[in-house]
T-cell receptor, first 116, second 114 residues
Framework: GAVVSQHPSWVICKSGTSVKIECRSL??????MFWYRQFPKQSLMLMAT?????????EQGVEKDKFLINHASLTLSTLTVTSAHPEDSSFYIC????????????FGPGTRLTVL | AQSVTQPDIHITVSEGASLELRCNYS??????LFWYVQSPGQGLQLLLK??????LVQGIKGFEAEFKRSQSSFNLRKPSVHWSDAAEYFCAVGRFQGAQKLVFGQGTRLTINP
């Protein structure tokens, strides 16, 4: 399967600051990546679909100006949480679409964001 | 709309016992179905997948799942669990709206008693 990394693995920031999370596909050129959010003891919620070279597609209810996604290359997608607030504290997980025919995704280890 | 239900939030079994985790889905066509496992501090790992053919699929770590269209189910099984199987398990169904998306169930936390 595809190897996916995320950086940083955890981050603590002050309210009002912006935080950038990187998602890298280490062994596969990914035209499509996904960003999920997971609250404690809950399931994954899809935030947006990141397409290389084009604008991301956001799920209903997700603020695109709040969560900026950039997919500038086939191996890197970034999620920037702008003007973060405590309610943005969560576990953010990215995935790589490995097999478009069957919608097979491989996931990164996640990034724990804590906003003070 | 597509949805996935995992009725059991938390299951506890003894080491060496058999395991079955339930998953029910709602989808209008033949679904693409997945089981993932999430261990603390680690990303989701794909256990197995179903998209066509034999309804009994084998996965990694000794897991298997059976697709039953009549029951809209895709239950995960293992004949004998190991302490290392303790983790969170997620069932997911593929959903397509011009791009591939996954819809996840709520997850089942598995605890193993020694």
């Amino acid at each position: 399967g595809a190897v996916v990394s995320q950086h940083p693995s955890w981050v603590i920031c002050k309210s009002g600051t912006s935080v950038k999370i990187e998602c890298r596909s280490l062994d596969f050129q990914a035209t499509t990546m996904f960003w999920y959010r997971q609250f404690p003891k809950q399931s994954l919620m899809l935030m947006a679909t990141s397409n290389e070279g084009s604008k991301a597609t956001y799920e209903q209810g997700v603020e695109k100006d709040k969560f900026l996604i950039n997919h500038a290359s086939l191996t890197l997608s970034t999620l920037t949480v702008t003007s973060a607030h405590p309610e943005d504290s969560s576990f953010y997980i990215c995935s790589v679409l490995r097999d478009r025919a069957i919608n097979e995704q491989f996931f990164g280890p996640g990034t724990r964001l804590t906003v003070l | 709309a597509q949805s996935v239900t995992q009725p059991d939030i938390h299951i506890t079994v003894s080491e060496g016992a058999s395991l079955e985790l339930r998953c029910n889905y709602s989808y209008g066509a033949t679904p693409y179905l997945f089981w993932y496992v999430q261990s603390p501090g680690q990303g989701l790992q794909l256990l197995l997948k179903y998209f066509s053919g034999d309804t009994l699929v084998q996965g990694i770590k000794g897991f298997e799942a059976e697709f039953k269209r009549s029951q809209s189910s895709f239950n995960l099984r293992k004949p004998s669990v190991h302490w290392s199987d303790a983790a969170e398990y997620f069932c997911a169904v593929g959903r397509f709206q011009g791009a591939q998306k996954l819809v996840f169930g709520q997850g089942t936390r598995l605890t193993i008693n020694p």
